[in-house]
Structure formats: structure tokens, C-alpha cells
């Protein structure tokens, strides 16, 4: 069969067959060119497709299937008999460099050692006296010690979920040009609470993916379904809503892909045509799982509250009516009376927290296939199912649901899913995966740098019960992870993106983490965890840009000195330092952010309002630390970059003081302040 | 010792350009003589239907709702004509009216009156090819000659290789207008493996193009240029330590920061341009818009900024909602044809076109036949678009290709993404195969190991 053979082509691995491919790829762009609808959708659809055409090549025994459609398994761990080896890690890693006849880097020293854990595990900066305890501590697993405390630490659950919460394109408005604001922040508190616990991964996809169907669903297994509910939702006057409700839904199958399967974002277009009737019905397969729900908000909170929340609806709707009454009176002074009374009234709105939810429909809809993608266009009725071509789907319902498809995902028959979220916390660890396009694990994506590493983890990360902390803490504590981040002039030809792991990298920290640093080498972190968003100060104009001119009113108080992940999210007119420093959009599914490196940056670091006034505040702690100003000094690196200041380093900033003698005060001390939070060392965890 | 190879390595040595440094005056050490100093790029973001534009095809009007001719489609690859939707997609005539424009007689659609009135002075290329027809690719493609990220995009290039004469604005500004930014985003403008700081700068969409272009309370130029110089300093020594070529570029990104504080008020301060400019642009005061950013371009470039790129959102007009072939193309018509005339006009006035190079045009083009939606639109279309160039070397008054009676596909003289790249590099003085940047083992540059110089384009 011709189709057959095509299908086989793409499925093979590209080495060697890369013009196969290539045609392929060109069908499927064809196909998403010719269907035309939004690209999310037909990337999905093309990735699922060549999903389907690799596995059912692989039934027709023709070429070597491609390595990611491959379930893993356990792979022999290296024996090399050498003393840098600390875990198995190390072993595969090492193995590799043997064979390129490349050393790995020597240890970092101490202190960077330190602000790096730190920061890869928590977003937060070492504190001087946390630094000072370390560098001391002579025990052989002083570094362990650290590491578990970290993994302890509740602040962990709030450096990990922002991770999370790019993929699930969590933000606190609804999108779209309206852009009105929603409440769904108890999500990204489950969020924050389910990495604290560790929450298995299989239990932390069933909830995100069917919290309300589970048979013990709770409240907050209700709130995880939040996770389909970050899609965007347009309230421009005459749009469609059903139009824009399968929109979202579409989008909720696009980000399942990429989440869970690592195939449906980049550049994944490799599909062959032919297949296209059966393919599309996998694409819609999918779809009706997710097409059956309601879309409501849930109460939170103790029953009296949401009691007293609903007579006070009550009431609202009789003061409302009186209002209405008042006017036909036409008596001014019963008008006035009547809205005095509903203002007053609508001053003492009972607080009860509330998210966003999905709510399983008692009478599943008819889920069609839409022909090009376009909705108004119905083709035949489609079932909930998945991939014919992937692993089999165990259902005791008649009808498939959303349940059924959670645990389809985390099945340990599923080649992909421990596979993604493996390399994804490497990616965290290292700044790029052991499959580079972390959101492409199909024919057109990298191939993994250390294929047995990635498998034993993946297989690690299962036999450990899809628990993460484990293998975050493998991770950290490997040599590998360890090692120094500085370039060697034997790797900038031979390696300069650091695949093969002879060095640490060097990466920029991310927009909301500094922030967090520069809270905390200010001294003023407010480390409350949770809650609704806060709004710290920005430049003015920013909120008059949306189509509805809101306004920004800096909080006050500790919430003015959160961390990063709570500044209020608005879709249409996000805070420009997280924007600068490259925060994903909440549009789309994020699995990794890019990172530039900009004057707007400097601009909003030298001058942005929310980074000068932490700069104040540090500036105070210097003054107050000691009496000499190298003491002072000593003090603004070791809050800013965790370690003392070269001689060459201290006398640039005593040439800074002495430019502009001034009488001493926390003033004279805000340019050493301004100049720390500003180095490159301070952004970046080395 | 290891600190100047770093520094060789890391392009931290002064000036970092590949063919000139900063302090030599433009025109030395380029291969060829250039016929171009600047590059204002308008980026019409989705795809603008030649088929509306440019190209008049009384033919589609006659077999108007009619199936594709087989004769169209034997032997050829058209990203849309898979089996999957063959003898479903009608050819679809356009509604709009085309006339005769310029001495040559050129057609242009009613949708561009603008634009028409200055026909004598443009190049309109018809056969206008790319290789992908989905809109990040496509788009990767002709900003980086790659549908795959991670390739330098032009301007990248073109600073790395000649430099840019402004010292006080970064060497490639980005503007942005329409309902939403580019697709791809900062992919769109990266530097990729060329050192960070020829990577394109985007100014804000709207509002203010530049926030925090002020010091603090209390901190006068003079603190700023001290605190600058520390940071400038202590990142100096990090990088001797890491040998990170990040460092290097943010020292850099510091130093283009405070020198923008200096020059940026002056350039956005459009208070100095007459209300007859505004008219001329069809922009309004303190209303962002595409008209607005044109204005910008200009006075960019007027300040040394080597390569402008401006974005306008939404050309995708497949028939869906807001992106319909009537109302919603014509706002984008209306948004874009009178602004980028003027700023063709403007630049001429201002003895400003010899030198720089306007080109206008999109990342594809779109389908000589209809698509239905809502109503009928047209799909993506790799092998016929239209754009135009215009002042810098460019040959002014011709039509540059050809396209069959359809539509299709370039009959004469195809103008491939890497030709018109190879074009535009050599107008600027640049041999597109000399300029090169090793990588990971292989020599990269623009155009791959693709294009061909347009000679008819040339003036």
C-alpha cells in the first residue's frame, strides 16, 4: 500500500531519510494551509497524526519506529568506576563525555553552589547568614542537608508551580480585548500545595484533568480542574459564544498534547495525508472528551459564608427592583433613598473565594467533526476516544469520560508522558532538555542528547510513583548539576550550547524570580504563601493601553512586596516587567520561555518604579548593617550575589561612593544599592 | 591572554562588527558598493492577498466559482491542492476594481489609492515565493531565511555586518501596530546565534514606545552615567571570570540603555512634526497606530538607525470572523496604504529614499481560489505574493515578474525569499556569501547556500 509505505517514511527516524521527510512535512503544512484554521489546531492535529502514522507504520513492521513512540525501559546504568560519579546520573552523563574525550567541569565553589540550589529549587536568594552557615559547614553532606530543607521548603511549591502555570497559561483576566478580570487563583494555590505535598503526577493529572468526576472529589480536586479553565474567554458584544466556547475547547485538546505528550507546540508538522479521515477523527476523538462540560464558578469557603453570600444576592436583587420601582415614581427623594440604600448594600458583599471549574454535563453533547476545522461546518458524530494508534484506553463506561482519558495519560503503558515531564525538570535544571524541543518529542523534533539518561529517569520517575521531588532531588545533588557553569575555551567550538553537559549553564532568572530576588536582597519579602494577586508599583500609562482603561493601584502594606507569581496577571496589559523579562503571554501553552537580553531590560531595572524602591530599601539595610563601608559592601554582595566582593570588585564601588561625597546616611548607600540589584550576576543563577 | 580570546570569541571587541567597526564611516570594508545606507521594512503580518492588490487576473473574474483547471495543477505543488480538498475549492474572482497607475501602466487595485498615486517611484514584485504556508514559519522565513527558529533574522545580520551609524538607538528597531503583535513574536526580530546585541528592540505597541525612559527622583544624568559605569564595570570582570557572552551583551544592552535615555525622548517626541506631516501620514497625535510608527521609521532612520522593521496585524484574511476579504481587508488597506505612500513620499522629499530601501509585503501570498467560512476568504500561498521596494539602488517605475492567468504560480522571473535577501544585502554593500558566522562547526549566513542576486532589481 502506498500509504502504508509514505507512513513509514515518516515514521523513521529522520537521519538518512530527511527528504522523506521533508515531503511529509510538506503535506502537513499543505494541510494546515488549506484548512487555514488557527495554527494551534492544526499543529495539534498534524502532531496527532503523525502520532498515528509512526504507530501504525510500526504495525506494519517497516522501519525502525521512531524512538519516542517506544515505551522506555530501564536502561542499564554505566559502570565506569570513577570517583566524580555521585548518582546514576553522573554515570550516563560521564559515559558520554568518555566517548567525546571531554572532562566535566570542576565543582562550583560553595557560594554560587549555594544561590543556585536555592534558586532552582525555591526562586528565593540564600539569605548572607544562610550563605555563611553553609560555606562553614565541613559535614560531607552539608549540601544534601540543604537540599532537603529547599525540598521541605513551602517556597518550593511557588518556584515550581509558576513552571506549571506557563503550560497551563494561568492569568488573572479573561483575554481578548475586554479583558475583564476573573478569580481563579485558588487553582494556582492547588497548584502551589500540590508540589509542596508532591502530589504523585498521576494524581496531579487526574485532578487537573478530572477532579470532579473522581469518585472522591473534593472541593480542591474540583478547584485542579481550573486547569482547563485558563483558556481565554471573549466578551466582545456579538460574538458567538458557542463559537468561542469550542474554541477553547479545541485548545484545552491542543494543550493536553503538549503538556502530557510533548507533541503539539514547534514545528511538528509532519503528517501524510492520506490518513487524514481517520486522523482527523483522533483529533476530534479527543475533543470529545473534553466537550462535555459545563463552565461554572465554584464557591469555596465554609457553608455559612456561601449562605450568607446568597442572601445577600437576594437582597440585592429586592434593592435593585426598588430602585426600579423608584424611578416610575418619578419622586426624586424615594430615588434617592433606594440607590443610597443599594450602594450601601453593595459595600458589604460577603467575601467568599471563588474559581473557575469544569462541571461534567449530566447529558454529554454530540460532539461532531468539524469539517477544516471550521465549527459551523459539522461532519459525523464522533465518540470520545484516543489515538487508535497509541496505547489502548481501559474504560468501564459505556461512554468514555474525561476520567478515563486522565488515566490514559499517566498510563504506564504511555511511552510519552513520563518521558516529557522528566526532560521538562531537567530543562528547569539545566536550561535546555535532554530533548532539546521539549514540546516536540515527534519525528521533526531533537533527539535526546543522553537517550539512556532520559529513559532511566522517566522509568525512575514512574517506579517512584510519579513522585518529583525524587528525582528534582537526584538532579540537584548529581555532580553533574554541581558542577562549575564558567566556559572553557576547549567546549566554546566543540560545544557551545552545552549539550553534552561538561559544564553547568549560566541562565538568566526568570521575570517573576527577579523579582523575588530583589525582594529578598531588599529585605522586605512578604512570604505569605497564596491568595488573590497583588499589584505591585509599575510606569504609569501601562493600563490605559488595553481597549477598557483600567487602573493600577499599587498595593499597599505587605502585599506591595509579594513574590512575582502573584502580580495580577491581566492578559491585555500585563505588568512590562514581567513582559520585559519575557513571562509567556497566558495565550497559548508555554513549556519554555524564551530569553532575551534587551536595553528595555536595563531601563526597567535602572528605572522601573517597583525595582527602584526595593533599591531604597536595600539601600537602607546596607546603612544599618555595620559601621566601615566595607562592611557595608560586604554586606550588599553577600544579600545580592551571595558571596564576598573581589578586591577589584570592592574598589569599584568605593569609587562609586567617594564620586559624590555625602554626608553619611541610607542615601549615599542607594547607587551601591542601585548598581548591585542591577549587575548581570545578580539576574542570573550561575 | 584567555581574556582576549574571550573577547574575540564573545564579540565584545570594540564595536563587534563583522565587515567595519563603529568608528569607521559606512562604505569601508563592505564587499560591493552599497546603493543603500537604511532599510524600513513594513511587515503587512498574515499574508496580504495579492489577489485584491496587485495582481489583476481577468481571467479568475471569467472562471469566477468555476473548479481549478487541470491543467493548473498537473506537474505542480500547491500547498493547498492536497487530494484531501480536491473539486471542493472554487476559484474565486475578485470584487475589486483595478485600474492602470503610473506611466508603465501598472495595475493596482481601488483598496490602495495611496499608494497607486506613487506607482512611478515603486517596484511591485508579483512573484513573490516562499517555502512554508503556515504563518510562523513563513514568517521565520523571511525574517531569517529559515522556517525553523533559531536563525538570525535580517536585521541581525545586516547590523552585524555593517554596523549601524546611530550610536545613541539600537541598530534594528521593531514597531508594532494592529489588533495583536506578530506571530512568533521575539523569534521574529532574534539574533540567534549572533551576539545578543544585534537583536531587534521592540518598542511598545502602544502608549509610550519606551517606559522608564526617565532617571528616578533624585538620580541626575551624571548618577546615571556613574551607576552604569560600575555596573559596566563589575560585568566586566564576571565576564572575564565565566567567559559568558551574555555579559557581554548586556554590558552592551547598558550602554545602548543609558544612551537611549539621552536620545529616545528627542525621537518620540513628535511635538517638532507639523500638523501637514500628520495629515500627509493620515496619523493622529498621541494615537498609536501604523501611521504613527511610520512616522517613527523616518525619523529613525534619520537618526543612523540602520534597519526599521515595522509590524502590521491582521493581513489574514481567510473569511472567518474579523478577517473577511471585505470590511476587514479594507481596514487594513485603510490602517496601512495612505501611511506607508507618505512615508515613500516623505523620505523623498527629505532626501532620504536614495538611501534608504522601503519594502512592503507579507509572508506569503494568498489562493486564486476561495475559501469558504463565514464568507469567502483566501488561503495561505507560498508560491505567488506580491510586495514592493522602493528608493535605495531599487530600480523605481517597473513590475518586476510575472504569474500566470491564474494566479498560481511566477510564469517569469520568481522571486524566491533568499533572492530577495541576497537583494537586499548586496543594495547595502553586502555580498550575501561572504557574509558569514560560524556556528556549532558550519559557516551560517542569510541565505543558506540559496539565493540569487535580482539584478533587474537594481537600478
Not at chain 1, 440 to 447: N, V
Not at chain 2, 1 to 21: D, K, N, P, T, V
Not at chain 2, 340 to 348: F, T
Not at chain 2, 441 to 459: I, K, Q, S, Y
Request: with cysteine; net charge positive; glycine share 8%.
Amino acid at each position: 500500500m502506498a500509504g502504508r509505505r509514505d507512513s513509514a517514511a515518516l515514521l523513521a527516524d529522520s537521519r538518512g531519510k530527511r527528504d522523506r521527510v521533508r515531503r511529509g512535512r510538506h503535506k502537513v503544512d499543505a494541510l494546515e494551509s488549506a484548512t487555514g484554521y488557527g495554527d494551534w489546531t492544526m499543529r495539534a492535529l498534524g502532531t496527532l497524526m503523525l502520532l498515528a502514522a509512526a504507530l501504525s507504520a510500526q504495525g506494519a513492521g517497516a522501519d525502525t519506529p521512531h524512538w519516542a513512540f517506544k515505551k522506555p525501559r530501564r536502561p542499564e546504568v554505566p559502570r565506569l568506576g570513577s570517583t566524580w560519579v555521585r548518582n546514576p546520573i553522573d554515570a550516563f552523563v560521564l559515559a558520554r563525555l568518555d566517548r567525546e574525550g571531554l572532562r566535566p567541569a570542576p565543582p562550583a565553589d560553595r557560594h554560587t553552589l549555594l544561590r543556585r540550589v536555592h534558586l532552582d529549587l525555591t526562586g528565593l536568594l540564600p539569605t548572607p547568614a544562610e550563605v555563611e552557615a553553609f560555606v562553614r559547614d565541613t559535614r560531607p553532606d552539608a549540601y544534601e542537608r540543604v537540599v532537603d530543607s529547599l525540598l521541605a521548603s513551602p517556597h518550593y511549591g511557588e518556584r515550581q508551580a509558576r513552571h506549571w502555570l506557563d503550560a497551563a497559561r494561568y492569568a488573572d483576566s479573561n483575554g481578548y480585548s475586554v479583558d475583564s478580570a476573573r478569580s481563579i487563583w485558588p487553582y494556582r494555590d492547588w497548584v502551589i500545595r500540590a508540589y509542596n505535598e508532591d502530589l504523585p503526577f498521576d494524581r496531579f493529572t487526574t485532578e487537573q484533568m478530572a477532579g470532579d468526576l473522581l469518585p472522591d472529589a473534593t472541593d480542591a480536586t474540583r478547584t485542579a480542574t481550573g486547569f482547563h479553565r485558563n483558556t481565554m474567554r471573549n466578551e466582545e458584544g456579538g460574538v458567538d459564544p458557542e463559537e468561542f466556547r469550542i474554541e477553547a475547547v479545541k485548545d484545552r485538546v491542543s494543550t493536553v498534547a503538549t503538556v502530557w505528550l510533548g507533541l503539539s507546540l514547534g514545528c511538528a508538522q509532519c503528517h501524510d495525508h492520506k490518513y487524514d479521515p481517520l486522523l482527523q477523527a483522533d483529533f476530534y476523538g479527543l475533543y470529545a472528551f473534553l466537550n462535555n462540560d459545563d463552565e461554572p464558578e465554584l464557591l469555596l469557603g465554609p457553608p455559612a459564608r456561601r449562605r450568607a453570600l446568597s442572601d445577600w444576592q437576594e437582597r440585592e436583587k429586592q434593592l435593585k427592583q426598588r430602585v426600579q420601582r423608584a424611578k416610575k415614581s418619578a419622586d426624586a427623594d424615594v430615588l434617592g433613598r433606594a440607590q443610597a440604600e443599594l450602594r450601601s448594600h453593595r459595600q458589604r458583599r460577603p467575601r467568599v473565594d471563588r474559581t473557575l471549574v469544569l462541571a461534567a454535563r449530566a447529558e454529554p453533547r454530540v460532539s461532531h467533526l468539524h469539517i477544516k476545522g471550521d465549527f459551523t461546518r459539522k461532519g459525523r458524530v464522533v465518540r470520545p476516544s484516543t489515538p487508535a494508534a497509541l496505547h489502548p484506553l481501559h474504560s468501564a463506561a459505556a461512554v468514555p469520560t474525561r476520567l478515563d482519558l486522565a488515566r490514559w495519560l499517566v498510563s504506564p503503558d504511555n511511552p510519552l508522558t513520563s518521558r516529557v515531564t522528566v526532560n521538562r525538570l531537567w530543562q528547569r535544571c539545566f536550561g535546555r532538555g535532554l530533548v532539546a524541543t521539549e514540546n516536540d518529542f515527534g519525528t521533526r523534533g531533537e533527539r535526546p542528547t543522553h537517550p539512556a539518561l532520559l529513559d532511566w529517569l522517566a522509568t525512575e520517575f514512574v517506579a517512584n510513583g510519579w513522585r518529583r521531588k525524587p528525582i528534582h532531588r537526584l538532579i540537584v545533588t548529581s555532580a553533574t548539576y554541581r558542577q562549575s557553569s564558567y566556559q572553557r575555551i576547549e567546549l566554546v567550538e566543540r560545544d557551545p550550547t552545552n549539550r553534552l553537559l561538561a559544564r553547568q549553564t549560566r541562565l538568566r532568572l526568570d521575570a517573576e524570580v527577579i523579582r523575588d530576588a530583589a525582594l529578598c536582597a531588599a529585605g522586605v519579602l512578604d512570604p505569605r504563601i497564596g491568595g488573590p494577586g497583588v499589584f505591585p508599583p509599575q510606569a504609569d500609562g501601562v493600563m490605559q493601553l488595553g481597549q477598557m482603561a483600567r487602573s493600577w493601584k499599587p498595593s499597599a502594606g505587605g502585599n506591595r512586596f509579594r513574590r512575582g507569581l502573584y502580580t495580577f496577571f491581566w492578559r491585555a496589559t500585563p505588568h512590562p516587567a514581567l513582559r520585559v523579562f519575557d513571562a509567556p503571554s497566558a495565550v497559548e501553552c508555554c513549556t519554555r520561555r524564551r530569553c532575551s537580553n534587551t536595553p528595555l531590560q536595563a531601563l526597567t531595572l535602572l528605572n522601573g518604579p517597583a525595582f527602584v524602591e526595593l533599591a531604597q530599601h536595600l539601600a537602607k539595610q546596607l546603612f544599618s548593617s555595620g559601621e566601615r563601608d566595607d562592611a557595608r559592601i560586604d554586606c550588599g554582595f553577600a544579600r545580592c550575589v551571595g558571596r564576598p566582593p573581589s578586591l577589584d570588585e570592592r574598589r569599584v564601588v568605593h569609587g562609586l561612593l567617594d564620586a559624590r561625597p555625602t554626608a553619611d546616611s541610607p542615601s549615599r548607600w542607594l547607587p551601591v544599592a542601585r548598581v548591585l540589584l542591577n549587575l548581570d550576576e545578580f539576574i542570573t543563577r550561575e | 591572554m584567555a581574556r582576549r580570546w574571550f573577547l574575540g570569541q564573545c564579540g565584545l571587541s570594540l564595536g563587534g562588527m563583522a565587515l567595519h567597526s563603529l568608528e569607521q564611516p559606512l562604505g569601508t570594508g563592505l564587499h560591493v558598493r552599497p546603493r543603500a545606507k537604511n532599510v524600513i521594512f513594513l511587515f503587512m503580518a498574515g499574508g496580504p492577498s495579492q489577489l485584491e492588490l496587485f495582481d489583476y487576473k481577468p481571467k479568475l473574474q471569467q472562471l469566477h466559482g468555476q473548479a481549478v483547471p487541470e491543467s493548473f495543477l498537473r506537474g505542480k505543488r500547491f500547498a493547498f491542492m492536497d487530494s484531501f480538498f480536491k473539486g471542493r475549492l472554487k476559484l474565486l474572482g475578485t470584487t475589486r476594481r483595478f485600474a492602470r497607475h503610473g506611466e508603465r501602466g501598472t495595475w493596482i487595485s481601488e483598496l490602495l489609492p495611496h499608494t497607486a498615486r506613487i506607482a512611478d517611484k515603486l517596484t511591485i514584485v508579483r512573484t513573490f515565493a516562499t517555502d512554508v504556508p503556515n504563518h510562523v514559519p513563513a514568517k521565520l522565513m523571511l525574517n531569517t531565511g529559515s522556517p525553523r527558529f533559531g536563525r538570525p533574522s535580517m536585521g541581525a545580520w545586516v547590523t552585524y555586518g555593517i554596523g549601524s551609524p546611530s550610536r545613541d538607538l539600537p541598530g534594528f528597531v521593531v514597531l508594532q501596530s494592529g489588533p495583536r503583535g506578530p506571530r512568533g513574536g521575539s523569534l521574529n526580530w532574534a539574533s540567534a546565534f549572533l551576539p545578543g546585541r544585534f537583536q531587534g528592540v521592540p518598542f511598545r505597541a502602544s502608549g509610550d514606545p519606551i517606559l522608564n525612559l526617565r532617571n528616578p527622583r533624585g538620580i541626575d544624568s551624571e548618577a546615571q552615567r556613574a551607576a552604569v559605569d560600575a555596573i559596566g564595570a563589575l560585568n566586566r570582570q564576571r565576564f572575564d571570570l565565566t567567559g559568558d557572552g551574555e555579559i557581554a551583551t548586556r554590558i552592551a544592552a547598558y550602554e545602548m540603555a543609558f544612551r537611549m535615555q539621552q536620545s529616545a525622548p528627542e525621537l518620540i517626541d513628535m511635538r517638532g512634526e507639523s500638523d501637514s506631516t500628520f495629515a500627509l501620514y493620515g496619523a493622529e497625535r498621541d494615537r498609536p497606530s501604523f501611521a504613527t510608527n511610520c512616522i517613527l521609521a523616518r525619523r529613525l532612520v534619520e537618526r543612523g538607525v540602520r534597519f526599521v522593521q515595522l509590524y502590521h496585524t491582521n493581513w489574514d484574511h481567510h473569511g472567518g470572523p474579523r478577517e473577511n476579504l471585505t470590511t476587514d481587508l479594507e481596514r487594513c488597506c485603510r490602517e496601512t496604504d495612505r501611511a506607508a505612500a507618505a512615508l515613500v513620499v516623505d523620505l523623498e522629499r527629505r532626501g532620504l529614499l536614495e538611501d534608504t530601501l522601503v519594502v512592503w509585503g507579507g509572508e506569503f501570498g494568498r489562493t486564486p481560489m476561495g475559501e469558504p467560512r463565514e464568507s469567502v476568504g483566501r488561503n495561505h500561498h507560498t508560491e505567488s505574493g506580491a510586495l514592493w521596494l522602493c528608493g535605495g539602488g531599487i530600480r523605481p517605475g517597473i513590475d518586476y515578474g510575472q504569474t500566470d492567468e491564474l494566479g498560481f504560480a511566477p510564469v517569469a522571473e520568481r522571486v524566491h525569499v533568499h533572492d530577495l535577501h541576497a537583494t537586499l544585502l548586496h543594495l547595502l554593500g553586502i555580498d550575501h556569501k561572504r557574509l558569514t558566522f560560524p556556528f556549532q562547526g558550519r559557516d551560517f549566513r542569510l541565505t543558506d547556500v540559496h539565493g540569487r542576486l535580482l539584478r533587474g532589481l537594481l537600478a
